[in-house]
């Protein structure tokens, strides 16, 4: 298992550098000068050239492409041209932000997700199915900016029992992470319906009722362990799109997350910083995947990796 | 560098887990701004919002008062020499810099210098290039020499970006200034928690008695429109601006705050490529001024928050002149298209950026075009995009653009700023802003004229010459001048949005 992890742990390397060439060559090739940009509107084509000399984007491309590969191989991702702060500190102090409103997001909704799902499907098509997947239909319906709104309308203005922004204790979580999971959660829940319903017509199923194991063993322990593989794997996915921060939530909620830095740097052009979050987020989908190919494992020893 | 980034990442961790630095404590005042901050350098940033967070701690020797009138601020007189190429400031007298060094004639010098050295590579080099060397005469007299007359230097100085860094703090920070700021101002910079806030603190030794008289004030970037006025509502914020058109009525409704709206003197224009057939016709240019009906497009597109324009430069200007509109007349349009030799109207494009007042705005241009003939296809801008099609372009005889709708606000509160980027020869693009490829040598000769004295009758009378002619020229359709909009805590007094959207806070006041 650890040989295996190791493995995979190497043949991350290879992908990162592939994904920092083309992201390079992808960021530069978008229309827009970022000289002109970073200079404003009352900059004259002097000081439009003085700042691109000061942002090294005079430099030939070749040239641009090796430092930037340089830098990253000593892990300096050059400074933003936007701040001017390293690029490594802009994401520094964003990523704890998004690390834990994703981890308040999907600690709920996973647990929620799965108990409404069960509920449904033990109760196939009795009344907990049926509104358990109305509010499953409504989570993934409901748009998240409305869903923010509204509850920073009902909660924080009408009601007054919570902060509408900022994010320094506990209860800023509240609102960003309820708006951020009601989707999970919905997702969730129909995924583990539809794995459990078809879990329940198995024959090991029917062998363990029939000799006599009481039903609810037979669902939290027969079958649970075999619809688990479908949801672990939408987790993973989820988490890793929820830790590319959201830029709607974020937007909504002033989160100061990776999703916000994410759109001002490419409405600015701000090369290094797009370049590094790609980086950043490729380097977390794998590691999910890397993560949820152990899980696996666990949940069903027959399908573990060599 | 990698176990740094992880290590601070989790020390980043473990801080926010403990601290929760409370906003309200004291009286402090939390202002909710509309973007994230770039730089606290003004020098090294062309942002408005930024220049006016800069003014907590950042003074200058001239600055605006609230209706953009020219006062001293570190500067208590200045005299210009005949030729107009030397100003001599006399200086004030123990104001003090926040790390407790004098400002002098030398802290002058340094920071002039160091925006006109181009190795320097600042953002604002361009509003400074005009001056060629500075000198120190005595402790509390300098003398900037002027490499040509330029009238306007005064409100240059009075411009938020023109302020007095200590020198010691740029020896010490060098490039890192920007987060590190020293000034002279009402407060002292504390602390800046990107994105989320910068905090500043009441200056006790500042130099103007009994002032300020808070103790500190939050500015936090909040972006979604919403969510500040949420804010406002929920008593987290003292004050917002701006306030989205749709919800000024709203807020006006409640009794624990006060909704205001000003002047302003961000002019919407629209302006058509006047190298290029059909708008190279005055008869075109004045047939599209007389299609567009300026006070519904107030009324629809800005809900109000507008005025019909009278003139290229927005009244509230510095030698402003009310020179006349052209009122809505299809049936004169109609007529000047035939005149022109388009009795059926035309196909053209109509350019601007992607935002949804601008969505809305050529919607309606679209559709008042439309009835005089003119066939309008809207496209809207992603910034790159029009960096590339728009501002970079090299040859004007490649330029793409036809009517472009835009908008522009005189940085320097001064007719020159207002004039000189927009239809200047010199200004067009890849230089300034003139888009609608406008070339007059009248009109650039009375630019400089202008700047070339320092008489103010004699400017006034060349300013007023240059509008006219510009309105008569018509390369714009000449459409409205914003409002400010703002709104703010009963509690909190003395603050304003000045007509150039900065803020005028050094005597805010906060009560419970």
Known sequence: MIAYIFKRLLGVL??????????????HLLPGDPARLAAGAEADEQTVELVRRDLGLDQPMHKQFMRFIGGVLQGDFGHSIRTKRPVIDEIADRFPYTLKLTLAAMGWSVVIGLAIGIVAAVNRNRWPDRL??????????????????LLITVFAVGLGWLPTVGAESWRHYILPSLTLGAGVAAVMARFTRASFVEVLHEDYIRTARAKGVPERQVVLKHALRNALIPVVTMMGLQFGFLLGGSIVVEKVFNWPGLGRLLVDAVEMRDYPVIQAEVLLFSMQFILINLVVDVLYGVINPTIRYK | MKLAFARRTLLALALTCVAAPAFAQGKTAVFAIENTLASLD????????DLSVCKSFYQGLYSFDKDLKVVPELALSHEVSKDGLAYTFKLRRGAKFHDGSDFNAAAVKVVFDRVTNPENKLKRFNLFSNIDSTTVVDDATVRVKLKRPFSAFINQLAHPSAVMISPAALAKHGKQIGLNPVGTGPFKFVEWKQPDYVRVARNDKYWKPGLPKIDGIVWRPVTDSNTRTAMLQAGEAHFTAPVPFEQAENLAKNPKLDMISGPGIFAQYLSMNTRVKPFDDVRVRHAINYAINKPALAKVVYSGFATPAEGPVPMGVDFATQVGRYDHNPAKARELLKAAGYPTGFATELWASNNSTAQKATQFLQQQLAQVGIKVRITLLETGQRVQQLENV????????????????????????????????????????NFAYYSNPALDDLLQQ???TSDRDAKASAYRS??????????????????VAYA????????????????????VELQP
Request: no cysteine; proline share 7%.
């Open chain 2, 488 to 507: 703010k805590a009963k509690g909190l007094t003395g603050i304003y949005q000045m007509p150039d959207n900065s803020f005028q806070f050094e005597n």
């Open chain 2, 394 to 433: 090299q040859n004007p005889a490649e330029a793409g653009v036809r009517l472009y709708f835009a908008g522009w606000s005189s940085s320097t509160g001064e007719a020159d700023w207002a004039l000189r980027p927009l239809f200047a020869t010199e200004a067009q693009p890849p230089r300034l802003q």
């Open chain 2, 466 to 483: 240059a509008q006219e002619l510009v309105h008569k020229d018509a390369p714009w359709a000449f459409l409205v001048t914003r409002k």
């Open chain 2, 450 to 452: 202008a700047l070339n």
């Open chain 2, 42 to 49: 003004p020098y090294d940033t062309n942002i408005t919002l």
């Open chain 1, 132 to 149: 358990g997947m109305a509010l499953a239909v409504s989570g993934i319906s409901f748009p998240s900016f409305a869903l923010g709104l």
């Open chain 1, 14 to 27: 290879p992908t990162l550098l592939i994904v920092a060439v083309l992201v390079f060559f992808f960021v």
